[in-house]
């Protein structure tokens, strides 16, 4: 089960035993006041900047936010899109759940993009789902209903078997969707961890779909992020997880080394690469 992602010269595949993919998260105004300021001023340059950051650090997919207080997505969506593709060569991941907005994105997108998101919730998958299947797109489901968001596997996997069955019904292949088995911070409930990682395990043998993971959120409100996200990432590859969002700067080493580990690394020449890169950079 692959899922293709692509720009006009350039496609990447989720899936199919092939290293994981990580999908840069930086370009995201949220808790950034100096990026939700420059958005507002239609300052584009440092969206270049952060895309061209996420490409250098391993990111195969951008992850583009752009939702907020004083934010008008179905205007500043496009034009960031289309910033980031005159920047880097990678497909993109719209992270927005106004159709609105998706359908001018979409219009505009070269390629295949990923929408992110649809959720359980009739009303999120009547308006994303007719979007996606017109434009062409993958698209990411959060397993969430209307009765909100469960803490368990077994709820975890019913949505998710609710939202590949839908997109089905609207004619959306089964290798174009991507269940996201929602990550919680073990800060708050430390039994969470444990059950997206069952979640995703389960998703990934009864439905056979690509799961992703917004990996950072595991960790919120700890100290030393970088250690729980590291060794959380590797953790979800292990589980079964196909794609991550991430910073690609912090994870990259751990998820690299999960897939050499699980013996998606051919004479370790990724893991290789991107350690010479790292020690070069530390040497300058």
């Known amino acids: 089960m ?18 994981t993919v990580i999908i840069g998260e930086r370009i995201n105004p949220t808790g950034k006041k100096w990026l939700q300021e420059a958005l507002k001023a239609g300052d ?6 952060e895309a061209a950051a996420q490409a250098e650090a391993g990111a195969e997919v951008l992850d583009l936010h752009v939702g907020g207080f004083g934010l008008d997505e179905a205007t500043i969506l496009p034009r960031v899109m289309e910033a980031v593709l005159e920047t880097v060569d990678l ?20 390629g295949k993009a990923l929408v992110n998101s649809v959720t359980g919730e009739e009303r999120s998958l009547a308006e994303i789902l007719p979007v996606v299947k017109r434009y062409g797109a993958a698209v990411v489901g959060l397993v969430q209903d209307d009765e909100g968001i469960p803490k368990d596997a077994d709820r975890r996997l019913e949505i998710a078997r609710k939202i590949v069955s839908r997109a089905g019904e609207a004619g959306i292949p089964r290798e174009d969707v ?59 590859v292990l589980a079964g997880a196909t794609c991550l969002i991430a910073d690609a700067a912090a994870v990259r080493p751990y998820v690299l080394a999960a897939d050499l580990i699980m ?14 890169r790292r020690a070069g950079k530390a040497g300058d």
Not at 3 to 17: A, D, M, N
Not at 44 to 49: I, S
């Open 91 to 110: 497909p993109l991941c719209l992270d927005c759940t106004d159709p609105r907005a998706l359908e001018e994105a979409l219009k505009a997108c070269p």
């Open 263 to 276: 013996g998606r690394d051919r004479h370790a020449r990724r893991f290789l690469s991107d350690y010479r």
């Open 178 to 236: 991507i269940i996201d088995c929602l990550v919680f911070s073990v800060g708050a409930d430390t039994a969470s961890g444990a059950a997206v990682l069952e979640a995703v395990s389960r998703v990934r043998r009864e439905l056979q779909v690509n799961v992703v993971l917004g990996l950072s959120n595991i960790s919120f409100g700890l100290p030393d992020r970088g250690l729980v996200n590291g060794t959380f990432a590797a953790m979800a």
């Open 44 to 49: 584009l340059e440092v969206v270049r900047r």
């Open 2 to 19: 692959e899922t293709i992602l692509s720009t006009p010269s350039h496609e990447v595949r989720i899936g199919g035993g092939r290293p």
